[in-house]
């Protein structure tokens, strides 16, 4: 795998990401790599595992004045048929 994309104007914000699949977890590589503090979730307890220390936050019950933006794997509803918790919650 090559260097992670650098992604501008998100260094020292809290970015909240919902989904560790392939295209969330270089997601958190690239805001991560690009300064970002990363908040990262998925319903899978397997996904979890696996995501980069310190990045796990359970979305549904953070703190939502802190993150400046949701990013959302596809494939994650955000409106139908219902919300994702998360998404909801953000």
Known sequence: MGQPIRIPDVAGKVVALLGLGRTGSATVAALAASGAT???WDDSEQARTAAP???IVDLAKA???RPEF???SPGIPH???APHPAAAAA
């Open 79 to 81: 409106t139908h048929p």
């Open 70 to 72: 949701l990013v959302m």
């Open 63 to 65: 703190n939502w004045s």
């Open 53 to 55: 220390a310190g990045t």
């Open 38 to 40: 990363v908040w990262a």
